[in-house]
């Protein structure tokens, strides 16, 4: 049965602010994407239906805002209602539930790999055994060639043959005394390995992307570069951190307003409201799309 709403504390604030103003608690949800029912619980008091730690503290600020509270203070007043402790420890059901839910994505995940280790190991054999016949065939092509050679050894018995054979060889000599004096004329040759190098440079210049993050006021981030965390804490006001990213970093942000970023040194958009909890992807190639529009 879900408590009884109580008379006094943040969430009876929050809700008469609302109904001064006379919003509807859908129209705040669509603007906090939040759902009614964490809302209608929030007016309780009821804090079993928010997420711990700051996670939860943003729901409430992006709450006030929106009714037109003192951000700041209301997280002040939540915080004095509800010390961190008693936050965390209403979530124990919710945890066991990602656990058991972890579990059975793992078991799946593990069933999948082994579906396709039975399919990958017959494939892998038959593309080992016709990569053999490719290396067989042509071992024997050179066959016919030597046979071709075997008259040329009964042929040196006269003499006129070898030095018929030597002049040749001769022709082969003139032919770099020729190609010496094209050096000179095609000296712009030389400088050909330069652009060779030039696209190789190029694309070392363009296979990372250099993030810098810049807390306006103090915000938790967690960021996951290439597939491992890089930050997971609380950034303090007018700290910046600056991110290498090979292949992509996932970004999520408490307040989404209070983060500052810069792709390559170029600022790039807000991520979104104050208050609003953000997780976005950058990679190599959709950071453009962050940029600030010129």
């Known amino acids: 049965m879900p408590p009884e709403r109580?008379?006094?504390?943040?969430?009876?604030?929050?809700?008469?602010?609302?109904?001064?103003?006379?919003?509807?608690?859908?129209?705040?949800?669509?603007?906090?994407?939040?759902?009614?029912?964490?809302?209608?619980?929030?007016?309780?008091?009821?804090?079993?239906?928010?997420?711990?730690?700051?996670?939860?503290?943003?729901?409430?600020?992006?709450?006030?805002?929106?009714?037109?509270?003192?951000?700041?203070?209301?997280?002040?007043?939540?915080?004095?209602?509800f010390p961190n402790d008693s936050v965390i420890a209403g979530h124990p059901t919710s945890d066991r539930g990602e656990d058991h839910t972890a579990v059975e994505s793992e078991r799946r995940t593990a069933g999948t790999f082994l579906w396709l280790i039975l399919i990958a190991v017959p494939i892998a054999a038959a593309?080992?055994?016709?990569?053999?016949?490719?290396?067989?065939?042509?071992?024997?092509?050179?066959?016919?060639?030597?046979?071709?050679a075997a008259p040329a050894t009964d042929v040196p018995a006269a003499p006129e043959a070898r030095a018929a054979a030597d002049p040749p060889p001769a022709t082969p000599a003139v032919a770099?005394?020729?190609?010496?004096?094209?050096?000179?004329?095609?000296?712009?040759?030389?400088?050909?390995?330069?652009?060779?190098?030039?696209?190789?440079?190029?694309?070392?210049?363009?296979?990372q992307l250099t993030i810098a993050l810049t807390a306006k006021r103090p915000c938790w981030v967690s960021a996951t570069v290439?597939?491992?965390?890089?930050?997971?804490?609380?950034?303090?006001?007018?700290?910046?951190?600056?991110?290498?990213?090979r292949r992509e970093m996932v970004l999520t942000a408490g307040d989404a307003s209070a983060i500052a970023l810069q792709f390559n040194g170029a600022d790039a958009r807000g991520l979104g409201k104050a208050g609003e909890v953000v997780t976005a992807r950058f990679t190599l190639t959709?950071?453009?799309?962050?940029?600030q529009a010129r």
């Open 6 to 81: 109580t008379s006094s504390g943040v969430g009876q604030t929050l809700r008469e602010a609302r109904e001064r103003r006379g919003v509807s608690l859908r129209a705040i949800a669509n603007a906090t994407k939040i759902s009614v029912g964490v809302l209608e619980a929030l007016e309780r008091n009821d804090i079993s239906k928010l997420p711990g730690g700051i996670f939860g503290r943003a729901f409430v600020r992006a709450y006030a805002v929106e009714v037109g509270l003192d951000p700041e203070k209301t997280i002040h007043d939540f915080i004095a209602q």
């Open 286 to 291: 959709n950071y453009k799309d962050y940029l």
């Open 226 to 245: 290439d597939g491992r965390k890089a930050i997971e804490r609380l950034l303090k006001a007018g700290e910046r951190q600056t991110i290498t990213v």
């Open 176 to 207: 770099p005394a020729t190609a010496l004096p094209t050096m000179p004329a095609g000296a712009p040759a030389t400088a050909a390995p330069a652009p060779d190098a030039l696209p190789a440079g190029g694309a070392a210049s363009g296979d």
């Open 127 to 148: 593309l080992l055994y016709f990569a053999t016949l490719g290396r067989r065939a042509p071992a024997a092509a050179p066959a016919p060639p030597a046979a071709a």
